[in-house]
């Protein structure tokens, strides 16, 4: 459960960079996650160049704390695993129920990713509220893939203190809602 515990947004980060050896093993626990069918439709990409990480930020709308994270990595789905069709853009709006499937896939494998920093002593915050279109224009990712977040990654320059949850008993239903 310390993992689990552990776990925070963290906005402020040090300048110390995140080394490919490190990088490896935050996309080696992605890698392991698991996927309906075991389509495995998520790819990463990582950011480091300041000038990419500015029109990122841009279009997560001004949010220029990111810029102190040494690292984004882009969380992309791949629709075409379901989809079968590389006609349809996979977008807020697209009608296609496979999309949810691979947009879960994605967002298991993300948060693996987010608690292996933890376990390596790094800390990790994920956005979502960037424009779809223009992530894929800045990365040049094909329209039949979905940015499903954007995880800023870094050693942490502050230590959140955790937030006021749930209980368990407010959360467990058995057998049926209510």
């Known amino acids: 459960m310390d993992l689990f515990e552990e776990r925070r947004s963290i906005r402020k980060y040090t300048s110390q960079p995140v080394t490919d050896e490190v990088l490896h093993q935050l996309i080696e626990a992605a890698r392991v996650a698991p996927s309906g069918n075991h389509t495995q439709p998520w790819y990463f990409i990582a950011v ?88 894929k224009e800045i990365l040049g990712i094909p329209k039949d893939k979905h940015v499903v977040a954007v995880l800023t990654v870094g050693y942490p320059a502050e230590e959140p203190k955790p937030k006021e949850r749930k209980t368990v008993e407010e959360i467990l239903m058995y057998e049926r809602w209510g």
């Open 48 to 135: 480091r160049s300041e000038e990419t990480k500015r029109k990122i930020v841009k279009a997560d709308h001004d949010q220029e704390w990111m810029m102190g994270a040494p690292l984004f990595l882009v969380c992309v789905a791949d629709g075409y695993v379901r989809l079968k069709d590389e006609t349809i853009e996979l977008n807020e709006e697209t009608p296609y129920k496979g999309q949810k499937l691979v947009l879960r896939d994605t967002a298991i494998a993300t948060e693996h990713i987010a608690l292996k920093a933890v376990e390596l002593g790094l800390g990790t915050c994920w956005t979502g509220y960037f424009v779809q279109k223009e992530m």
